[in-house]
Structures are given as structure tokens and as C-alpha cells.
T-cell receptor, first 113, second 121 residues
Framework: AQSVSQHNHHVILSEAASLELGCNYS??????LFWYVQYPGQHLQLLLK??????LVKGIKGFEAEFIKSKFSFNLRKPSVQWSDTAEYFC???????????FGPGTRLSVLP | EAGVTQFPSHSVIEKGQTVTLRCDPI?????LYWYRRVMGKEIKFLLH????????ESGMPNNRFLAERTGGTYSTLKVQPAELEDSGVYFC???????????????????FGEGSRLTVL
């Protein structure tokens, strides 16, 4: 069975600090990888996704993630966070397009102004 | 284009009562998923419809939960009778039909509703 782990439960940063949120998954086959974000009071929305090709993918709002197959990782990064990035971030995996998505437990990011 | 809508946004019921949650997916999306998040823990899969058929219901916790998707459009999730541990946020998500990227018509993305918060007292 697939599983997804996220390294941090809660991350607190000051504005302009760099961000890296860890995500590891367990599945031996080909996967599609996603990062979703939930801003306070809003629904989950897609930040970025990886299906194939360049392992460094860029998403909205200056976020990027790198797929490292040998490490089963898909870490999320942003060079300089803003207060508006305060949200909860979820890494997700699915083994085949259209099939079940497995989510990580989420990482809460608090950015201090 | 309308997004995924869920109703009610919040429901408070007593243990033993029945609640029905509704999800309207994005028009044309064949895949419809139900997920649940309990007490700030991980988002757990409940089940997956492809059109009106249950593709995977391995995440349904027990037979108190019944999901339907008549006609392959909207879906309902009924909890009967509700127990305290059923409290949480129930998310619905939809995605387009089976197909493989990079077909731009199939983004592989799940579109989520805002969730229905269920509180069982």
C-alpha cells in the first residue's frame, strides 16, 4: 500500500526566510506527485504536480518541488516566504492517473510578519 | 466554471442520528472521491466513483457509511447511525475521466470542495 510522510508537523518562519517542506512516499512503481495547499477558511487547491519529465517542477506563487526518484522524495521549496503563505500543505501521491490519491498528514506553515 | 460544491458546510447532530452529505462535482468529471479528515490528522480516502460505479470503497470505515452516485452526477454520503468518532471534515473531490497526461484535457488534478464539517455530540 502507498503511504506518504511529511517531515514536519508545524513550521514557523519569518517573512523572507526560505522554505523547504519534506515529503517522502512509499511505492515501488511509477507515481504522480502533488502538493496541495489549504489557506485558512478555504478549500484545498493544487500548488504543483509532477507526472513525468523534468524532475524540478514549478507551481503557483513561486513554489517549486523536486522529484528525486532514488530517495522517493518530492520536497516543496520557496526561496522567500510571505505572510500570505501561512497555510497547511499536503503532499499527495497516486499510482495511476484517475485512481486513489494518498495524502500525507500535512504540514502547517506559519509565517510571521 | 462552477467548482465542486458540498452541502451542508457544517452539521451538528447527536450520536445515533443520521446525516446525509451531498457533493456536486464539476460538470463532466467522471471521477468523484470522498475523503475525511479527523481531528487535524491526515486526509484519509473513503471511496472513489467512476461515473455511477464504485471503483474503490476500501476506505469506508464500516457499514454505517453509505455512498451513492445516482446517474453519475452528484453524490451523497450517508452516515447512519452516527457515532462520536465520525466527527471530522468530509471532503469531496472530482477529476476528469481516465486518460493520461500530457493530454491537456486531462490534468490529473483533483478539484476539492470546501468540505462538510460534521460534529457528532
Amino acid at each position: 500500500a502507498q503511504s506518504v510522510s511529511q517531515h514536519n508537523h508545524h513550521v514557523i518562519l519569518s517573512e523572507a526566510a526560505s522554505l523547504e517542506l519534506g515529503c517522502n512516499y512509499s511505492y515501488g512503481g511509477t507515481v504522480n506527485l502533488f502538493w496541495y495547499v489549504q489557506y485558512p477558511g478555504q478549500h484545498l487547491q493544487l500548488l504543483l504536480k509532477y507526472f513525468s519529465g523534468d524532475p524540478l517542477v514549478k507551481g503557483i506563487k513561486g513554489f517549486e518541488a523536486e522529484f528525486i526518484k532514488s530517495k522517493f522524495s518530492f520536497n516543496l521549496r520557496k526561496p522567500s516566504v510571505q505572510w500570505s503563505d501561512t497555510a497547511e500543505y499536503f503532499c499527495a501521491v497516486n499510482a495511476y492517473y484517475g485512481q486513489n490519491f494518498v495524502f500525507g498528514p500535512g504540514t502547517r506553515l506559519s509565517v510571521l510578519p | 466554471e462552477a467548482g465542486v460544491t458540498q452541502f451542508p458546510s457544517h452539521s451538528v447532530i447527536e450520536k445515533g442520528q443520521t446525516v446525509t452529505l451531498r457533493c456536486d462535482p464539476i460538470s463532466g468529471h467522471d471521477n468523484l472521491y470522498w475523503y475525511r479528515r479527523v481531528m487535524g490528522k491526515e486526509i484519509k480516502f473513503l471511496l472513489h466513483f467512476v461515473k455511477e460505479s464504485k471503483q474503490d470503497e476500501s476506505g469506508m470505515p464500516n457499514n454505517r457509511f453509505l455512498a451513492e452516485r445516482t446517474g453519475g452526477t452528484y453524490s451523497t454520503l450517508k452516515v447512519q447511525p452516527a457515532e462520536l468518532e465520525d466527527s471530522g471534515v468530509y471532503f469531496c473531490a472530482s477529476s476528469q475521466g481516465l486518460g493520461k497526461p500530457p493530454d491537456t484535457a486531462n490534468t490529473g488534478e483533483l478539484f476539492f470542495g470546501e468540505g462538510s464539517r460534521l460534529t457528532v455530540l
